[in-house]
């Protein structure tokens, strides 16, 4: 029997059980699709990680403080001054400070936006991309002028719709402030809820609310140099806050989104495992209705031994049933995990990618899932005495 | 070219009771005849065809073929014996429902060194042979008794075996039915097939040069018979 009446053979059968075979095959669809959607949904929120950090640059430190204590009192100028006099491995430094669902207003629409208070130089550190206008300029930081910088969202197109923001005047906390410009958004992982809006952070304490930053973000002159910058900022602010009793944590950011993409990658395999089960349990329907198979067909077994079948040929017949069965099963997993996968994945805000290694994977897994799960029914095939097969009823 | 020299056959019916279903049958079959096996059920008719196939084995005794002892042979080499040397015919038809009648009749081509493009067109002379040219894409179940009876005929004699085994070919036909049968059978005979047939009907034993009569698993009668036609 050559490999090409086998599965023509195979396709044929297995074409004239259609609602048995599609049973059958349904628990390796669902695995195999399983296995297709984790991956991609898997690869998609690693390319999200991977872009974002792309963005933010290797170059990126971040100042928080260890625990908030009660005494803290947040980041100030002056702490600015003093790392940018020290330190002489940082570029660019800017304290950032938020507050959401801050009233706003343009003509007679009303949303509620995150208000972010920045200084000049957090365009360049984050990289911010600029669509329209211009960032918050140091003479408008310095006199804490009412200007702001919209971040381009849907919030932001809901009032404005398609005409240009710049120049507008709106409203943020009672207060009324001029749009000078419209920057990309920050990516991140998960759905931006609310608008978010820049402006000098003089004019955050002054006006918005005097609450204490927690954050700084720090650009190093030189990626050799980031550990030497990490101790220096850490021993000026904890000797400029020493009557406060707090320690201060610097990070890299590309190190922390590198295991955040490690966290990615444990959960992507275990959940994998847990969809390789249902494809090895699938296999089980696979033996079974293969066995089934053998005892209804016995006496075509027998005839086809009568006409010069070897153990061989039966054996291979029925294999190849059971591999055409799981490797079709397989396809049609992969075709509707790659559909669905393509559809889920703006719900998690990550890019539609598709993980063909894992789809390769699965296929592989489904045709061995099938090849085992018909060893032992082909061998029980293949063993049947001619006379004794011919005579069964 | 076929000898049987003091065949048995035991079977086992759980452990404990053993049915002997020949007791030493020594035979000799002559290429080119035609020859009939004869004898009430359970007299080891079935068991004896089987063996003479290749399909099952002695329990003693040896079987030459053509010179060749064939309990010394392997399964894999009684296989490719019974595809190229026999043609088997069973009373119940045994075609598979699911293929067409040309599909059936290349069957055991699948088994055999045969070239694919020469298969379709061998396996259509040969439903020729039996006149049933016309119906060939048609599945068994839409046929009569004799008819199919003719489809498994075909079958058997698509790889030009020397010999054609029959098991009670006409058991399920009607007489008349029976008789168109067994002039094919006759005919291939003419052409120098050697034929083993078992029959209950006395009438189509006449058809053969030799009638074997079985009783017992052993050979209570073995005669010659002028022919009738």
Sequence with gaps: MTIRDGLISAFYTIGLYKVRSLLTILGVVIGVAAITIISSLGKGSRLAILSEMERIGADLLWVGVEEKREGFGGFNNEDIEAIKRVSTSVKAISLETSISGIPFKHNRQRARFTVVGVDPSYQQILRILLIKGRFISYPSQKEGMKVCVLEDSDATRRIFGFSNPVGKRVDIYNETFRIIGVVEPKRALGTIVEGRVYIPSSTFFRCVAPIPSHLLYVQVSSLLKIKEASLEIKRILEFRHQKERVSFQVLSLVETLKSTQRLVKIATLVLGGVAFISLLVSGIGIANIMLISVIERTSEIGLRKAIGARKGDILFQFLTEAVVLSASGGSLGAMCGIILSWFIAPFFNIPSAISFFGVGIALFCSVSVGLISGIYPAYQASNLTPIEALRHE | ?229
């Design chain 2, 1 to 229: 070219m076929i000898v049987l020299e003091d065949i048995r056959k035991d079977y086992w019916m759980g452990k404990e009771i053993k049915v002997e279903a020949l007791k030493g049958i020594s035979l000799e079959l002559k290429e080119g005849g035609f020859y009939t096996i004869i004898g009430p059920s359970g007299s080891g008719k079935s068991t004896l065809l089987s063996i003479v196939g290749c399909l099952d084995k002695p329990s003693s005794g040896r079987y030459l073929l053509e010179g060749k002892e064939v309990e010394k042979l392997s399964d894999d080499e009684l296989a490719s014996i019974r595809n190229e040397r026999f043609g088997f015919v069973f009373q119940v038809f045994n075609l598979l429902g699911p293929l067409s009648v040309l599909k059936n009749v290349e069957l055991p081509f699948l088994y055999s060194k045969t070239h694919s493009k020469d298969r379709r067109k061998i396996a259509y002379e040969v439903l020729k042979l039996v006149g049933l040219e016309k119906r060939i894409d048609h599945r068994p179940n839409e046929l009569s008794g004799g008819e199919q009876q003719r489809v498994a005929i075909a079958r058997a004699l698509v790889n030009d075996p020397d010999i054609i085994l029959a098991d009670e070919p006409t058991g399920n036909l009607d007489t008349a039915t029976g008789r168109e049968i067994m002039k094919i059978f006759y005919n291939l005979h003419k052409e120098g097939k050697t034929i083993l047939l078992i029959t209950h009907n006395e009438e189509n034993a006449q058809f053969a040069e030799r009638i074997i009569s079985l009783r017992d698993g052993r050979i209570e009668k073995e005669s010659g018979k002028p022919q009738i036609l």
